[in-house]
Nanobody, 126 residues
């Protein structure tokens, strides 16, 4: 059974940083892309970033490009989202999910992602 767990959320001031982790427990984890998405109160869930199966390719939403960095450690079945220069508009529940595609060169269709975790809350105060 696939299990995905996000951790690392919290309350941070504007301009601060947080590092989210996504622990994935299934096989073959190393063949799948892993994406981060977020959902703010009253809004639709939106794409944030995705990393390819081998970690060499990444793609970001324009709203986070240059501030967020996605990476993965396949030896530890973990994907990270380093978030710097956080803004109040980054406040949301952050989710990670897996896709059977090995990489994406653009914004991936959310429908291709499954095995969603419970999410971790990120709150950025102004």
């Amino acid at each position: 059974q696939v299990q995905v767990e996000e951790t690392g959320g919290g309350l941070v001031q504007s301009g601060g940083s947080l590092r989210l982790s996504c622990q994935v427990s299934y096989s073959p984890y190393s063949r799948d892309s892993i994406g981060w998405f977020r959902q703010a109160p009253g809004k639709e869930r939106e794409f944030v970033a995705v990393v390819s199966a081998n970690g060499s390719k990444t793609f970001y939403a324009d709203s986070v490009k240059g501030r967020f960095t996605i990476s993965r450690d396949n030896g530890k079945n973990t994907v990270f989202l380093q978030m710097n220069s956080l803004k109040p508009e980054d406040t949301a529940v952050y989710y990670c999910a897996q896709s059977a595609s090995t990489y994406y060169s653009g914004i991936p269709p959310e429908v291709e992602f499954g095995s969603w975790g419970q999410g971790t809350q990120v709150t950025v105060s102004s």
